[in-house]
Structure formats: C-alpha cells, structure tokens
C-alpha cells in the first residue's frame, strides 16, 4: 500500500536554482529512499537515509529525516536540465518493502 | 555493476491473448525479484515478491492466477499477463536485490515494459 505522500506534485524551476520536495509517511520505518525516474523509464536509486540519521549528502542531493514529524525533504541544488524528472520518496518499514509515494513531478527550465 | 534488464521495452496485445514479461539480473544474483505496477502520472504499485525456485507472494488485491510469476532461475523471473484486459494496460517495472529480504537491502530497477492491451 501506499505510505509516502509527496509535496509539491509538480514543481517547476529555472536552471541554477534549488528544488525542494517534501515525503511524509504514516507508520515507524526502517529507512527511506529516493528515487528519480525520467519519462517512461525505471527508476534510479539517489539516496538512502535510515531511520537514526538525520541528514545525508550526494553530489548536489541532500536528503533530511525527521522521524518525530514523519517527515523528509529532498533538496536538488544548483539545478540542471537534466534534472527533469519525476521524484519518489519510498519507505522499508519492518519488511523489505518499498512503499512508494505518489511522486514530484520537477520541469527545470534553461 | 547491478543492472536489471527488461524485455520488451514495449508491447501490444489483444484482449484476450497473454503476455510474458522478463526480468534479468545481468551482472549479480538475484535472490529476491519485486514486480510493481505504475498506471500513468501514478506511483509505483508493488504487485509480488519472488524468491529463486519458490512461489511468488502476492500482495492483496493482485490476482496470481492473473498474474503469473516464475523465478526459475538466479538471474531470470518472468511475468505473465494472462488473458490480458485493457484495463491491464500499464507500466510493469522489477527490480532485484542480491541480498534478499532485509529492510536496508538496495532494489536494483529495471527499465520497465509498457503494456497496451487493445
């Protein structure tokens, strides 16, 4: 089922600037991924966060946690073009099952 | 390293017909394989898990007689369509992990197959 709901649906910048999107979930969790996935593709593993760390980086990704609020954000920073993509927070809770999350939709403009 | 192919990339059937879907691990072990669903502009639904050389588990509201899965080897499981509808039409996506079932186990995705049912 589904656990993660992302904010905002869709979100469109200009090349060089920060994009921001937000995964809330329900139940406790193991850990949370990211993923992207490009127009009729399949997905790309970005990013890992577990569920006793609170911040995590790679390259220009930076991932946050906050277990309390059931929250995390992805930040893409210095944004490219070929960053257009669609984004999904997914959570493992006590299995090994990725719960997806409904996804953001990011256009970034030259 | 850890690439997951699909074959076909793309297909279209009639209503009716049936429809089989590989998954390959082309570089590690698979032990366990996923097959998710993704109706357009939606998330990604997981359909089942497989382990090699066992019965694939279900998740509710997925029909196994519908949609079969065989894992019948460490690099190889298939989906098949059966009498596939068009409301089956979607984007089928595997993933496998060559750990198994933990909760911090790495999915590795496949490109996905899109099915039109006619």
């Known amino acids: 089922s589904q656990q993660g709901e992302e904010d905002p649906q869709a979100l469109s910048i200009q090349e060089g600037e920060n994009a921001t999107m937000n995964c809330s979930y329900k139940?406790?969790?193991?850990?949370l991924q990211w993923y992207r996935q490009n127009s009729g593709r399949g997905l790309v593993h970005l990013i890992l966060?577990?569920?006793?760390?609170r911040e995590k980086h790679s390259g220009r990704l930076r991932v946050t946690l906050d277990t309390s609020k059931k929250s995390s954000s992805l930040l893409i920073t210095a944004s490219r073009a070929a960053d257009t993509a669609s984004y999904f927070c997914?959570?493992?809770?006590?299995?090994?099952?990725?719960?997806f999350g409904a996804g953001t939709t990011v256009t970034v403009r030259a | 390293g850890a690439v997951v192919s699909q074959h076909p990339s793309w297909v279209i059937c009639k209503s009716g017909t049936s429809v089989k879907i590989e998954c390959r691990s082309l570089?590690?072990?698979?032990?366990?394989m996923f097959w998710y669903r993704q109706f357009p502009k939606q998330s990604l639904m997981l359909m089942a898990t497989?382990?090699?050389?066992?019965?694939?588990?279900?998740e509710q509201g997925v029909e196994k007689d519908k949609f079969l899965i065989n894992h019948a080897s460490l690099t190889l499981s298939t989906l098949t369509v059966t009498s596939a509808h068009p409301e089956d039409s979607s984007f089928y996506i595997c993933?496998?992990?060559?750990?198994?079932?933990?909760?911090?186990?790495?999915?590795?995705f496949g490109p996905g197959t899109r099915l039109t049912v006619l």
């Open positions: 993933s496998a992990s060559n750990r198994g079932r933990a909760p911090g186990d790495t999915q590795y």
């Open positions: 966060i577990r569920s006793n760390e």
């Open positions: 139940t406790s969790i193991n850990n």
């Open positions: 997914a959570t493992v809770s006590n299995d090994y099952k990725l719960s």
């Open positions: 497989s382990n090699e050389g066992s019965k694939a588990t279900y």
């Open positions: 570089d590690f072990q698979a032990t366990t």
